[in-house]
T-cell receptor, first 108, second 112 residues
Framework: GIQVEQSPPDLILQEGANSTLRCNFS?????LQWFHQNPWGQLINLFY???GTKQNGRLSATTVATERYSLLYISSSQTTDSGVYFC??????????FGKGTRLSVIA | DTGVSQDPRHKITKRGQNVTFRCDPI?????LYWYRQTLGQGPEFLTY????????KSRLLSDRFSAERPKGSFSTLEIQRTEQGDSAMYLC??????????FGPGTRLTVL
């Protein structure tokens, strides 16, 4: 099955700093989603991005499907950005396969 | 709020007891997934419904687990004779077109 690797596993930032999170996947995919899991466990949809680039406020994402990776950019980080960021993919109407996540801590 | 609700949010039970969780997906979505998440890991697939039909089950879903989706609306996940290894967060996802998934808040199960 598809393998998903996320890096870095942990990231500590000063408030206001920028960061880039990476997701590599092992096969072609039909769907790629980025989620933020808050401290209460809720998975919040950030982007549905099987290819191309999208932006939403301070967050943006780029997926290069031909090279099998996606990047999530967080600019001007805030303490509320803390949590775990997951990348998840599927090969076509199949269950999402999640990476292990990047745990982000933003310090004031 | 994703529009997906789960109940209860937390459940503490003793080993050997049965537990049942409920998921209410977004009303116009006819597809639903259940996932399980343990500490430090991403969610893992358990089972999949399209309307009332259970179409796929993971090998993670032992004989002690059963899921239903009567009338293609809400879904239930039951665990019989719970074990300490069942302690996890159980997540339900409601599916839009192109398999875009929206997750409920989860049910956190602790088996003592």
């Amino acid at each position: 099955g598809i393998q998903v690797e996320q890096s870095p596993p942990d990231l500590i930032l000063q408030e206001g700093a920028n960061s880039t999170l990476r997701c590599n996947f092992s096969d072609s995919v039909n769907n790629l989603q980025w989620f933020h899991q808050n401290p209460w466990g809720q998975l919040i949809n950030l982007f549905y991005i099987p290819s191309g680039t999208k932006q939403n406020g301070r967050l943006s994402a780029t997926t290069v499907a031909t090279e099998r990776y996606s990047l999530l950019y967080i600019s001007s980080s805030q303490t509320t950005d803390s949590g775990v960021y997951f990348c998840a993919v599927d090969g076509g109407n199949t269950p999402l396969v999640f990476g292990k996540g990047t745990r982000l801590s933003v310090i004031a | 709020d994703t529009g997906v609700s789960q109940d209860p949010r937390h459940k503490i039970t003793k080993r050997g007891q049965n537990v049942t969780f409920r998921c209410d997906p977004i009303s116009e979505h006819n597809r639903l997934y259940w996932y399980r998440q343990t500490l430090g890991q991403g969610p893992e697939f358990l089972t999949y419904f399209q309307n009332e039909a259970q179409l796929e089950k993971s090998r993670l879903l032992s004989d002690r687990f059963s899921a239903e989706r009567p009338k293609g609306s809400f879904s239930t996940l039951e665990i019989q004779r719970t074990e300490q290894g069942d302690s996890a967060m159980y997540l339900c996802a409601s599916i839009r077109r192109y398999n875009e998934q929206f997750f409920g808040p989860g049910t956190r199960l602790t088996v003592l």
